[in-house]
Structure formats: structure tokens, C-alpha cells
T-cell receptor, first 112, second 111 residues
């Protein structure tokens, strides 16, 4: 079965420290991977995507993600966390032209 | 250009009632996808429409239905509401293998 896993319900990071939010996937064929962020009572905002090409993908707000085919992972990273990065983060994989399968989400808390 | 717009923002219903949620995709986009996001979970795919035709359906009961209009706006209908239908309903304006742009959603509460 095709799936996305985010093994951490919550990640706590001190402001200024690097952050990593983990994502692993299980799909047939080449994966099309996405990260989204959700603030309270809001919809989902696109951060970055991996379709093909370089394994390190750069996105919005200083975020980047590393695609690792052998480990079937697509971890979200940022070199220096901001308090304003605190939000809910979702990893998703596109399994058809339009349908996305989502992880359960990881709550990121950045402490001053 | 306006992004994806959804209405209403919030809705309160009681069990057994019917609800209609509305979505307008990004101008020029011909496809709409609907997702249900229960609190504490990731979104779950409900429907996808393209050019007024259903192109995909998730694992939801027949109480859930949708349609797309000639102007590409869409309605999601849910009949015989259950407490478990309480969720944030999200609409997206997808394009092939591109990031999907989402509206802010409709928060549906069932009492």
C-alpha cells in the first residue's frame, strides 16, 4: 500500500538551532514529494517539492528538503529556526496526476 | 488573481442534517480536489473533478457527493451528517504534477 509516514508527532527546537522534520514514503514508481505548512485555522501552504533532479530541494522561508531514494525519505530542514516557524508540517506524495497522500503531520515548536 | 476561495468559513450542523460546501478554484484552473482533515490528522482525499467530470474518489461513503459547474466552481454535499464528519474541509486547485494550492477551508462542526 502506498503511504507516507511522519514518525514524530512533535519536534521541539530552540530558536537559532537547526531543525529537521522527518518523512518517509512508500510508493510505486518515481515519487513526487511535497511539504506543506499549516497555521492554526488556516489551509495548507506549499513549502517545496521534489519531482526530479537534485536531491537537495530549496523552498520558501529558508526551508530545504533532502530526497534520499535508498532510504525512501524526504526530510525537511532549516539551518536556523525562527519562533515564527512554529506550525504543523505535512509531508505528501502525489500518487496520480492530482491525488495526494498525506502524513499525519508533525507539530514544530520553536522556543525562544 | 484570487486564490482558491471556500465558503462558508465555519458551519455548525446537527446529526442527520445535510450540508453544502462551496469552492472556487484559481482563475483558469479547470480541476478541483476536495479533502477532509480531521483534527490531529493529515488530510484525506475525497473527490477530484476535472472539466465537470469526476476523475477520482477516495474511500468515503455515498453520503458524500460533489459536482463541478461550467465555471469550474464546485460543491461538496454531505447527507445524513454524523458526529465523525466534524472536520476541516479543504478544497484545492490542482494542476498535473504541480503543487496544489489550497483554500483556507470550511470548519464543519456537528452537534
Amino acid at each position: 500500500a502506498q503511504s507516507v509516514a511522519q514518525p514524530e508527532d512533535q519536534v521541539n527546537v530552540a530558536e537559532g538551532n537547526p531543525l529537521t522534520v522527518k518523512c518517509t514514503y512508500s510508493v510505486s514508481g518515481n515519487p513526487y514529494l511535497f511539504w506543506y505548512v499549516q497555521y492554526p485555522n488556516r489551509g495548507l501552504q506549499f513549502l517545496l517539492k521534489y519531482i526530479t533532479g537534485d536531491n537537495l530541494v530549496k523552498g520558501s522561508y529558508g526551508f530545504e528538503a533532502e530526497f534520499n531514494k535508498s532510504q525512501t525519505s524526504f526530510h525537511l530542514k532549516k539551518p536556523s529556526a525562527l519562533v515564527s516557524d512554529s506550525a504543523l508540517y505535512f509531508c505528501a506524495v502525489m500518487i496520480s496526476n492530482y491525488q495526494l497522500i498525506w502524513g499525519a503531520g508533525t507539530k514544530l515548536i520553536i522556543k525562544p | 488573481d484570487a486564490g482558491v476561495t471556500q465558503s462558508p468559513t465555519h458551519l455548525i450542523k446537527t446529526r442527520g442534517q445535510h450540508v453544502t460546501l462551496r469552492c472556487s478554484p484559481i482563475s483558469g484552473h479547470k480541476s478541483v480536489s476536495w479533502y477532509q482533515q480531521v483534527l490531529g490528522q493529515g488530510p484525506q482525499f475525497i473527490f477530484q473533478y476535472y472539466e465537470k467530470e469526476e476523475r477520482g474518489r477516495g474511500n468515503f461513503p455515498d453520503r458524500f457527493s460533489a459536482r463541478q459547474f461550467p465555471n469550474y466552481s464546485s460543491e461538496l454535499n454531505v447527507n445524513a451528517l454524523l458526529l465523525g464528519d466534524s472536520a476541516l474541509y479543504l478544497c484545492a486547485s490542482p494542476q498535473r504534477y504541480q503543487p496544489q494550492h489550497f483554500g483556507d477551508g470550511t470548519r464543519l462542526s456537528i452537534l
